[in-house]
């Protein structure tokens, strides 16, 4: 019996755009692994605050990189996928505001995505992946079968983040939401290091004007155009 294809699915956005949520469904339907690229970035932000690598929002980036060889990061493959930092889950810490506050920055760290870019290639070295991120398509597999470019509008996008954050810190305004996203659009879209951009074959999912369920069924159907049957 021949084994079916398994194919490799990068899916790029902004901040808040969907597309871990897309990624999510897509490998649950197609049985993939998932992997948020981006909780990566999370974890190493929360080791610099952790660290007092931090001054006032400045990051200590020679410091930094001399301590990433301390930081061990790899996801649990159980029912629900866990960030584990150096043996510690740190899957709701990565979601604070603070954390949100400063990821940007040690994104841009080259040391930091060098690193990170590695380990991520590594997971999705055998296929059968759905890797969301900003330079999944472009970077880290830029001869994925498939990339998916998604977005939504900055308003959209901050309601998604603000009601995400009620849960566990009620105190959050809308206001700063928005503004923490706006900040985070300019650092992704303008940092030198791997830039968030549009790979020039990636397909674009406006996840603001579609429901989930119909942003899956595009993506499926891009899907079986790739593998060329049904799924």
């Known amino acids: ?14 901040a808040s755009s969907g597309k871990s949520t897309l990624g999510k469904d897509l490998a649950k339907a197609l049985g993939y692994i998932f992997i948020d690229s981006g909780a990566m970035y999370r974890g190493v932000a929360l080791f ?26 790899y996801f649990t493959m159980d029912a629900t996928q866990v960030l584990m930092l150096n043996g510690r889950d740190v899957s709701l810490e990565i979601r ?9 920055a040690v994104a841009a ?3 930091v995505r060098e690193k990170l870019v590695d380990l991520q290639r590594a997971m ?39 009601e995400e954050m009620q849960k566990n810190q009620p105190s959050s305004t809308f206001q700063e ?10 650092y992704d879209t303008q940092r030198s290091i791997s830039p968030l951009s549009k790979a020039e074959d990636a397909i674009l999912i406006d996840t603001g004007s579609i429901s989930r369920e119909e942003q899956l069924k595009v993506a499926l159907e891009l899907v079986e155009t790739v593998l060329g049957h049904e799924v």
């Open 96 to 104: 604070s505001s603070k954390v949100s506050e400063v990821v940007s």
């Open 48 to 73: 610099a605050l952790e660290q007092g690598l931090l001054d006032s929002g400045n990051l200590n980036v020679s410091e930094l990189v001399a301590k990433l060889p301390e930081i061990s990061l």
């Open 124 to 162: 999705g070295s055998e296929g059968g992946v759905v890797m969301d991120g900003r330079d999944i398509g472009t970077v880290v597999f830029p001869k994925a079968e498939l990339k998916l470019f998604v977005t939504a509008d900055l308003d959209t996008r901050s309601q998604r983040r603000f």
């Open 109 to 111: 760290v080259r040391e």
């Open 177 to 186: 939401v928005k503004n923490n996203l706006s900040q985070r659009d300019s």
């Open 1 to 14: 019996m021949v084994q079916a294809k398994k194919i490799t699915i990068a899916i790029d956005g902004y």
